[in-house]
């Protein structure tokens, strides 16, 4: 699971419209990896998937708040720079790329990497003043809620 993960960082922050630390900043892509990781590991997904989620996801809005295009964005972000920073399995890329166009969509995936991305996401709606709903998220991931929620509000 090597990859130039800081290289990475200094890319995306480099680029990054938006406050470093604001509600789509470092911070909430901290909380993402979190939650993804430790669902990740229930699930027994690809974990370097989800922690690419997690970096990449707003790495590219332009605003906090309604920016439609800026799951697209990422996408074509992450395939751009594949091979400089990571390099993933062709069907690996695929499903990175899915769960960054279609993050922010509220939809739900069989894929259980996909769906793992997701749910790292949406448990950090607490930083908005949204609590998650069980109906978005995998039964592993549903268990977080309350600490997920607790944490992003600190």
Same mark, same amino acid.
């Given at each position: 699971?090597?990859?130039? !993960?800081?290289? =990475?960082?200094?890319?995306?922050?480099? +680029? &990054?419209?938006?406050?470093? /630390? *604001?509600?789509?900043?470092?911070? $909430?892509?901290?909380?993402?990896?979190?939650?993804?990781?430790?669902?990740?590991?229930?699930?027994?997904?690809?974990?370097?998937?989800?922690?690419?989620?997690?970096?990449?996801?707003?790495?590219?809005?332009?605003?906090?708040? !309604?920016?439609? =295009?800026?799951?697209?964005?990422?996408? +074509? &972000?992450?395939?751009?720079? /594949? *091979?400089?920073?990571?390099?993933? $399995?062709?069907?690996?890329?695929?499903?990175?790329?899915?769960?960054?166009?279609?993050?922010?969509?509220?939809?739900?995936?069989?894929?259980?990497?996909?769906?793992?991305?997701?749910?790292?996401?949406?448990?950090?709606?607490? !930083?908005?003043?949204?609590?998650?709903?069980?109906?978005?998220?995998?039964?592993?991931?549903?268990?977080?809620?309350?600490?997920?929620?607790?944490?992003?509000?600190?």
């Amino acid at each position: 699971m090597d990859f130039d !993960r800081s290289g =990475l960082i200094q890319l995306i922050r480099s +680029e &990054f419209k938006l406050d470093w /630390h *604001g509600v789509h900043g470092a911070n $909430h892509w901290a909380r993402v990896f979190h939650h993804g990781n430790n669902i990740g590991q229930l699930r027994n997904v690809d974990l370097l998937v989800v922690e690419l989620f997690g970096f990449l996801h707003d790495s590219c809005r332009l605003n906090d708040g !309604r920016d439609p =295009l800026h799951g697209q964005r990422a996408a +074509e &972000f992450a395939h751009g720079i /594949h *091979g400089d920073f990571y390099s993933l $399995h062709p069907k690996k890329l695929d499903q990175l790329c899915f769960a960054l166009k279609h993050h922010s969509g509220g939809d739900i995936s069989i894929d259980a990497t996909i769906q793992t991305c997701w749910d790292s996401d949406r448990l950090d709606l607490g !930083r908005v003043g949204i609590i998650p709903s069980p109906r978005y998220l995998s039964d592993e991931a549903s268990i977080f809620i309350d600490l997920a929620y607790d944490w992003s509000i600190r």
